[in-house]
């Protein structure tokens, strides 16, 4: 079965004439010579997926297989002290909010055991503000960890090198939207962009979505106090609010609250 496909293209453009050279490359802002140029989100023309051979296809199942007999060879076998008990209930300290980013795996980078984090992950760990009629998904996640399971502690992790971000920040207004949620998902976090291009404007693309992909975590944190049920766990004391950053290039983890 084959679909078809699109990818980001980041691409320096010069001012709109004719003869207007773009000089693009996949998933990295090409350089700028000149303060005319900016980055700018464009969608690389629709291709036609090239099938997957069955034997590749049967190899990655086979990965997964492997990798769960791995698991319950050296991990649940030998440890059912620490299973058993799980098989009645969860009691998580921690709701982790995390990107689906597959570099930046929370129970991994943390070392979070099972049982211990209730995990959302989305693109760039966005956290929308308290709505009924949209976004039910996480809002039935946030409800269910501080309602029913009296989580302690919701962290909001950002990383470097974030796609999402860069989505986030390459958006012109006015422009289409080439794909069906990404755009309107990420835009989550505007007034983050907002301000990085108002206090940032003299840094380079890249340095702005490192600003950013910071910004964007406390836009999520101030989100997370218009649920009510956050809201007065914040203030009765027994529900914190923290932010966290996982940079993957220098191998460093910050945390910080609002």
């Known amino acids: ?70 698991f319950k060879t050296d991990v649940y076998d030998k440890k059912p002290d620490f299973f058993e008990p799980l098989k009645a209930g969860q009691a998580p300290k921690y709701m982790v909010f995390a990107c689906a980013d597959s570099r930046v795996c ?28 949209k976004y039910a998904g ?46 309107d998902w990420v835009r989550i976090g505007f007034p983050a962009k907002k301000k990085v291009q108002k206090e940032c404007s003299s840094l380079s693309f890249d340095d702005q979505c490192a600003v950013l992909e910071k910004e964007a975590v406390n836009v999520s944190l101030e989100n997370l106090k218009t649920y009510p049920f956050v809201k007065e766990g914040v203030a009765n004391g027994t529900l914190k609010l923290v932010g966290g950053h996982y940079d993957f290039v ?3 983890f910050d945390t910080w609250e609002l």
């Open 1 to 70: 079965m084959s679909t078809a496909a699109a990818n980001w293209c980041y691409a320096t453009v010069a001012p709109r004439t004719r003869s207007s050279t773009i000089s693009a490359s996949l998933g990295t802002p090409a350089p700028s010579s000149s303060s005319s140029f900016r980055p700018k989100l464009i969608r690389n023309a629709p291709v036609q997926a090239a099938p997957v051979a069955p034997a590749l296809m049967d190899a990655a199942v086979e990965r997964l297989k492997t990798g769960f007999e791995k």
């Open 106 to 133: 929370p129970s991994v980078t943390l070392g979070l055991e099972p049982g211990e984090a209730f995990t959302v992950r989305n693109i760039a760990n966005m956290v929308p503000s308290y709505c009924k009629n």
């Open 138 to 183: 996480v809002g039935s996640a946030i409800e269910y960890a501080v309602c029913a399971l009296k989580v302690e502690v919701i962290v909001v992790i950002g990383h470097s090198r974030c796609g999402g971000i860069k989505a986030l920040l390459s958006l012109k207004d006015g422009a289409d939207d080439s794909f069906h949620f990404v755009e």
């Open 250 to 252: 220098s191998g460093k």
